[in-house]
């Protein structure tokens, strides 16, 4: 048996007479950005007058970036002048109402009393025509394309429990942070990332150092102190 017949999975599905025509979800590690794959490994720092890594040597933040899968735009969006333009050919007709726009809007006073609010500004709303089934007993956590902070936009947070919601959309509220964008998003430019996550019951316990917890602390940070990729190495799954 294949490690991937031993894998857990998520199940995307859409409408018949979408297929072939939607971007399809993808593996995070896929889809990592341009600007990653081109930045150096290490660069000089004014600090320690010196050759250091930079994140792209970080294990928790390329992890981070390579985990669960990213949603994908469904069409090129165009931005001008603050207004949104697309062309998106999708046939009409099937046995299930599809939004035939990759954005909606949700109206400012659906985030009163949040930081996010402005009068005089929605939120948009990344349509998505995938529906999204996760086994039994998993939640999935919908965010931000982790680290994507060249995106003009910020996609909100949350978790649906996909084991049971599973037969209809789920779309994506987003910020649109930089009021001065103008250019094209093109089709399948990430929207958000996906995770999923057991639901279980946990509780928080604080403890104080054991001797050998002391000893074990002081041997990690001095190993960290005398060479680089100790957590790389020694600890990373």
Same mark, same amino acid.
């Given at each position: 048996?294949?490690? /991937?017949?031993d894998a857990?999975?998520?199940?995307?599905?859409c409408?018949? &007479?979408?297929?072939?025509?939607?971007?399809?979800p993808?593996p =995070?590690? /896929?889809g990592?950005?341009d600007?990653?794959?081109?930045m150096?490994?290490t660069a000089?720092?004014?600090?320690?007058?010196?050759?250091?890594?930079?994140?792209?040597?970080?294990?928790?933040?390329?992890d981070?970036m390579t985990?669960?899968?990213?949603?994908p735009?469904t069409?090129?969006?165009?931005?001008?002048?603050?207004?949104?333009?697309?062309?998106?050919?999708?046939?009409?007709?099937?046995?299930v109402?599809?939004?035939?726009?990759?954005?909606?809007?949700?109206?400012a006073?659906?985030v009163?009393?949040?930081p996010?609010?402005?009068?005089?500004r929605f939120?948009?709303?990344?349509?998505?025509l995938?529906?999204i &089934?996760?086994?039994?007993?998993y939640?999935?956590?919908?965010?931000?394309?982790v680290?994507r902070?060249d995106?003009?936009?910020?996609?909100?947070?949350?978790l649906?429990d996909?084991?049971r919601?599973?037969?209809a959309?789920?779309h994506?509220? =987003?910020?649109?942070?930089d009021?001065g964008f103008?250019?094209?998003l093109? !089709?399948?430019t990430?929207?958000?990332?996906v995770?999923?996550?057991?639901? &279980?019951?946990?509780?928080a316990?604080?403890?104080?150092?054991?001797?050998? &917890?002391?000893?074990?602390?002081?041997?990690?940070?001095?190993?960290?102190?005398?060479?680089k990729?100790?957590? !790389?190495?020694?600890?990373?799954?």
């Amino acid at each position: 048996m294949s490690q /991937q017949d031993d894998a857990m999975a998520l199940i995307f599905r859409c409408p018949k &007479e979408l297929e072939g025509r939607l971007p399809p979800p993808i593996p =995070a590690a /896929q889809g990592l950005p341009d600007w990653l794959k081109a930045m150096p490994a290490t660069a000089f720092s004014a600090l320690a007058g010196a050759e250091d890594d930079t994140v792209k040597r970080c294990p928790p933040f390329i992890d981070a970036m390579t985990a669960g899968f990213l949603i994908p735009l469904t069409c090129d969006v165009r931005v001008k002048n603050g207004e949104f333009t697309w062309d998106n050919d999708l046939p009409a007709g099937g046995g299930v109402s599809v939004p035939r726009s990759p954005i909606g809007i949700h109206d400012a006073g659906q985030v009163a009393g949040t930081p996010l609010f402005d009068a005089d500004r929605f939120l948009i709303k990344f349509h998505n025509l995938w529906t999204i &089934e996760a086994p039994a007993g998993y939640s999935l956590l919908f965010t931000h394309p982790v680290n994507r902070f060249d995106l003009p936009f910020t996609t909100l947070t949350g978790l649906v429990d996909s084991d049971r919601y599973h037969d209809a959309w789920i779309h994506f509220p =987003a910020y649109w942070r930089d009021a001065g964008f103008e250019g094209v998003l093109p !089709r399948g430019t990430p929207v958000a990332q996906v995770f999923p996550v057991k639901r &279980e019951t946990w509780v928080a316990r604080t403890a104080i150092f054991s001797e050998a &917890e002391t000893q074990a602390a002081h041997d990690v940070l001095s190993a960290i102190g005398r060479e680089k990729g100790v957590y !790389r190495r020694q600890f990373r799954a």
